[in-house]
């Protein structure tokens, strides 16, 4: 995956509200619970990773738990758990460490630039739900300011009942508020203004049981849509409007003045669902990297080609276009079966 830069937009900059003190060198074998604050989210529910302890300066062992029956990252059929639970434990467990063991303060915000994660969907099954997943953490590439952090690698394995489970990957970098407010002005001044609420592809071609979990909307011509740019009006079986709801309990749990970065993970796993029309889609191989930020009072485009497509096997790439620049670009990859967890930098 390419390594994105100080200037790379983020995956995610929501800011925790606490967050402990760096803790001294050395492994230690105490016990660190996660809390809401740490995995900034706002419902003890939507918190997977559980605790961890201290192996190195660098490596730790962290305890986790997906849910079967979780509104949003939930079982994907009868017999599947979501295999995009692990990019978001993998997001939350970055924070966490970041805050707890790297020194960043409790009202950072986060930039993760690049995201990748190889699974085995076969062990991804929801019989095992109630078993807890245990993660080998290596954080790498840590850069510090002064005595806090600046960005840093974490490079994640993911076991759950005896079974390697998945891999993932993600660069994450910190930014502080008086930083955030100086780039983000105009944008956190526009926070009150309400976000056009577009109508949602049906659930089942995006491989989704509910409309209010849709991100992917028509791209219908401007008088269907609340948008209406001239380079909006064209209409592709491959092409979408980004859907953002702000109200959403998980996708927007705290305010936020862009697009969250999962969400444009998900509006990627959406439109390779109904662009392979392979459902569900159970992706073995994920990556994404992020341009800039998705601004949350501008039209997004989602493009997905297929580039490859077989009895047993689907690659996509999918973009994302917002006023004239790619936001992101995610390469997703189905297969049955899925081939051996490969490994990842």
């Given at each position: ?6 200037s ?6 929501q800011t925790?509200q606490q967050?402990?003190p760096?803790n ?6 105490a ?6 604050e740490?995995a900034?989210r706002?419902?003890?529910?939507d918190?997977?990773?559980?605790e ?7 490596r730790?062992?962290v305890?986790a ?25 993998l ?18 915000h ?5 995201l ?6 076969s062990?991804l ?8 997943v245990?993660i ?8 510090r ?10 490079t994640m394995?993911?076991?759950r ?7 993932g990957?993600?660069?994450?970098g910190?930014?502080?508020p ?11 001044a ?22 209010e ?17 001239d380079a ?12 953002v ?12 003045d862009?697009v969250?970065?999962m969400?444009?993970f ?38 997905a ?5 077989g009895?047993?096997?689907v ?8 006023d004239g ?11 049955s ?5 490969r490994?990842?930098?």
């Amino acid at each position: 995956m390419p390594k994105k830069g100080p200037s790379s937009a983020p995956m995610e900059d929501q800011t925790g509200q606490q967050g402990a003190p760096a803790n001294a060198t050395g492994g230690s074998g105490a016990r660190t619970r996660v809390t809401t604050e740490l995995a900034h989210r706002t419902h003890a529910s939507d918190v997977f990773p559980a605790e961890w302890i201290r192996l190195t300066d660098t490596r730790f062992r962290v305890t986790a738990h997906w849910p079967d029956d979780h509104s949003f990252f939930g079982a994907v059929d009868d017999r599947h758990q979501d295999p995009m639970i692990v990019g978001e434990t993998l997001r939350q467990t970055s924070m966490a460490l970041a805050h707890a063991e790297f020194g960043a303060p409790a009202d950072t915000h986060f930039v993760m630039r690049d995201l990748e994660v190889a699974s085995d969907p076969s062990a991804l099954h929801r019989a095992h739900a109630a078993e807890p997943v245990t993660i080998d953490v290596v954080c790498s590439e840590v850069r510090r300011r002064g005595r806090g952090l600046s960005s840093m690698r974490t490079t994640m394995e993911f076991h759950r009942a005896g079974r390697l489970v998945a891999r993932g990957t993600g660069s994450t970098g910190c930014t502080s508020p008086a930083a955030y407010r100086r780039l983000r002005a105009r944008q956190l001044a526009a926070q009150h203004i309400s976000v056009p609420l577009l109508p949602p592809v049906s659930p089942e071609l995006v491989g989704r049981t509910r409309a209010e979990d849709v991100v992917l909307a028509p791209a219908d011509p401007p008088e269907a849509h609340p948008y209406g740019t001239d380079a909006d009006r064209s209409h592709h079986p491959a092409t979408w409007l980004l859907r953002v709801d702000t109200a959403h309990p998980v996708l927007f749990a705290r305010p936020n003045d862009h697009v969250p970065g999962m969400v444009l993970f998900e509006a990627a796993r959406q439109a390779a669902t109904a662009a392979s029309g392979r459902r569900p889609f159970l992706p073995y191989d994920m990556s994404a990297s992020f341009s800039r930020y998705a601004e949350l009072h501008s039209p997004c485009r989602i493009e997905a080609e297929v580039l490859e497509k077989g009895d047993d096997e689907v690659t996509v790439r999918v973009h994302g276009h917002q006023d004239g620049e790619t936001v992101f670009t995610a390469v997703l990859a189905a297969a049955s079966p899925a081939p051996p967890l490969r490994s990842l930098p």
